[in-house]
């Protein structure tokens, strides 16, 4: 079982809608919790982090872990086809002996917002 | 400020071939890394390096070599080229490791190698 798992998608959904993105990992030492955006033929770069539990808001994109859950999600509001990209997990612990497991990622889920 | 660099942008390789991917990043960053990204699999780390001359071995390291002889630089080898070397790699760099705490990671745009 993977450590982190992300629906691969593709999700598709008509312009204006609210879109939810969603993990569930298994280690409960994860306190950081990120959600990378990979647009096509392109790197990854970070979008929004929150450390623990709780929610974190940024213009129409909103962050939320449970770690009570081991789940996070991403909401993305008013959807644009410029939001059309794969959005990747990602999560650390606090304190690490070794960078071996610097990030664990999930493996992606692809968007496609319709205009 | 070009962020992380890679070279080249694509590249085929026969069989049991070597070559080198290259990687500069001009934010003055301690933490460098390679991952390769598989459909299905996500990003998985293959080296890191903490600093100039420090290297170590991350999730999947076999068949690859590095070295950081400056804090700019973070080259990749494959040593011999095997079609499961087929895949996106990526480099990323960061201000400290991103293991010990929230650093975020800059990637770069990615090398995509084709192994026959």
């Known amino acids: 079982q993977k450590e982190v798992e992300q629906d691969p998608g593709p999700l598709s959904v008509p312009e204006g809608a609210i879109v939810s993105l969603n993990c569930t990992y298994s280690n409960s030492a994860f306190q950081y919790f990120m959600w990378y955006r990979q647009y096509s033929r392109k790197g990854p770069e970070l979008l929004m982090y929150?450390?623990?539990?709780g929610n974190k808001e940024d213009g129409r994109f909103t962050a939320q872990v449970d770690k009570s859950s081991k789940y996070i999600s991403l909401f993305i509001r008013d959807s644009q086809p410029s939001d059309s990209a794969t959005y990747l997990c990602a999560m650390t612990q606090q304190i690490m002996d070794t960078g071996r497991r610097a990030l664990t990622f999930g493996s992606g889920t692809r968007l496609q917002v319709q205009p | 400020n070009a962020g992380v660099t890679q070279t080249p942008k694509f590249q085929v390789l026969k069989t049991g071939q070597s070559m080198t991917l290259q990687c500069a990043q001009d934010?003055?960053?301690?933490?460098m890394s390679w991952y390769r990204q598989d459909p299905g699999m996500g990003l998985r780390l293959i080296h890191y390096s903490v600093g100039a001359g420090i290297t170590d071995q991350g999730e999947v390291p076999n068949g690859y070599n590095v070295s950081r002889s400056t804090t700019e630089d973070f080259p990749l080898r494959l040593l011999s080229a095997a079609p499961s070397q087929t895949s996106v790699y990526f480099c990323a760099s960061s201000y400290s490791n991103p293991g010990q705490g929230f650093s975020p990671l800059h990637f770069g745009n990615g090398t995509r190698l084709t192994v026959t």
């Open positions: 934010m003055n960053h301690e933490y």
């Open positions: 929150t450390y623990s539990s």
